[in-house]
Each structure stands twice: as C-alpha cells, then as structure tokens.
C-alpha cells in the first residue's frame, strides 16, 4: 500500500514570493501522482499530474512539479503566488487506480 | 459545463435519519468514487464502484452504504446518521487506464442535528 507525506501543513507566504510545498510518497510499484488544489467548499481540481516521461511537471495557474524518483518526491513549486493561490493542496499518489490523499497543505498568501 | 454533479451542496438532517447524496457525471467514467473529508483533514475513500462491482474500503462503517443503478449516477446512503458523520462528502469519477486522473464534484456538506 502506498503512503504519502506532505512535510509542511501550513505555508505562509507573500504575494508575488515563490512557494514550493512538499510532497513525499512511498511506493514499490510504478506511481501516478497528482497535485490536486481545493478552494473553500469546494471539491478538488487537479492542478498537475506526472504519468510517466518529462520528470518535470507543468500545470493549470503556473504550477510546476519535479517528480524525483531517488528521492520518492514529487515536490510542487510555483515562481511568484497571487492571492488567488490561497487554498489546501493535496499530494496524491494512485495505487490501483486509488487516489490516497496526503494530509493537506494550506497556503495562505499575503499582500 | 459540470461533469461530476453533487445534489445537494448543504444537506442538514436530524440525528438518526437516513439521509441519501447524489452524484452523477456526464463523463461516461467507469470508476466512481465516495470520500468523507471532515474539517482540516484529507478526503478519505469510503467505497468506490469499478462498473457494477462494488469495493468498501475495510474501515468504511457500515452505517454507509452505496448504490450505483447505472453508469451515471452514483448514491451515498447514511443509514443513521450520527454527529460525527457531519462532513463534506466528495463524489469522484475516473476512467481505467487513463493514468488514474480523478474529477470531483462540488461536495455535499452535511451537518447533522
């Protein structure tokens, strides 16, 4: 069974900074992973996922994510946030064809 | 236009009164799935439908239970429910073999009274 560990449960950050959120997994097999991003009372909306080839990961609204295999990280990252970006961030490895969610990150960005 | 459709979106029902959740998609997906996401947590599978075969994660209560009458519509039945039920539950679709990508509904967040 795979298991996932986002490293930070909250992420303060000001507008315009960079922001990288960290996501470690732990597997045996092949993984899909995603990035998923939740806004208040809303449902989750996939940001960015990694299936196989280009390591490195572009998504929806500038997110970036490196999927490191060595490492077992799949890390999200994103140049300069806007307020906008404020929400929870689920890391989310499929295991036979199941979504496990990570324990969530939330950013809160700052003017 | 919406894919994974949640009715209700708030849901308010008395302590021990069955109370049911719909989902339905416009995705054709052959996997659909039920999470409970409780404040500040992740959302946790409670059971999911690959077609008709039904799969309940081995910790789901079995005060939950679930029908699928068809490819489109997908059902959440609490049979009682009780406070700590009170949760936003997620409806999610996925297609086999399409690297797993899940869409999510809006939610339905229940408070229980």
């Known amino acids: 069974a795979q298991s996932v560990t986002q490293l930070d449960s909250q992420v303060p950050v000001f507008e315009e900074a960079p922001v990288e959120l960290r996501c470690n997994y732990s597997s045996s097999v092949s993984v899909y992973l995603f990035w998923y991003v939740q806004y208040p009372n809303q449902g989750l909306q996939l940001l960015l996922k990694y299936l196989s080839g280009s390591t490195l990961v572009k998504g929806i609204n500038g997110f970036e994510a490196e999927f490191n295999k060595s490492q077992t990280s799949f890390h999200l990252r994103k140049p300069s946030v806007h307020i906008s970006d404020t929400a929870e961030y689920f890391c989310a490895p499929v295991d036979d064809y199941k979504l496990s969610f990570g324990a969530g990150t939330t950013v809160t960005v700052r003017a | ?113």
């Open chain 2, 1 to 113: 236009d919406a894919m994974v459709i949640q009715n209700p979106r708030y849901q308010v029902t008395q302590f021990g009164k069955p109370v049911t959740l719909s989902c339905s998609q416009t995705l054709n997906h052959n996997v659909m799935y039920w999470y409970q996401q409780k404040s500040s947590q992740a959302p946790k599978l409670l059971f999911h439908y690959y077609d008709k075969d039904f799969n309940n994660e081995a910790d789901t209560p079995d005060n939950f239970q679930s029908r699928r009458p068809n490819t489109s519509f997908c059902f959440l039945d609490i049979r009682s429910p009780g406070l700590g039920d009170a949760a936003m539950y997620l409806c999610a679709t996925s297609r086999l073999g399409q690297g797993g990508e899940a869409f999510f509904g809006q939610g339905t967040r229940l408070t229980v009274v």
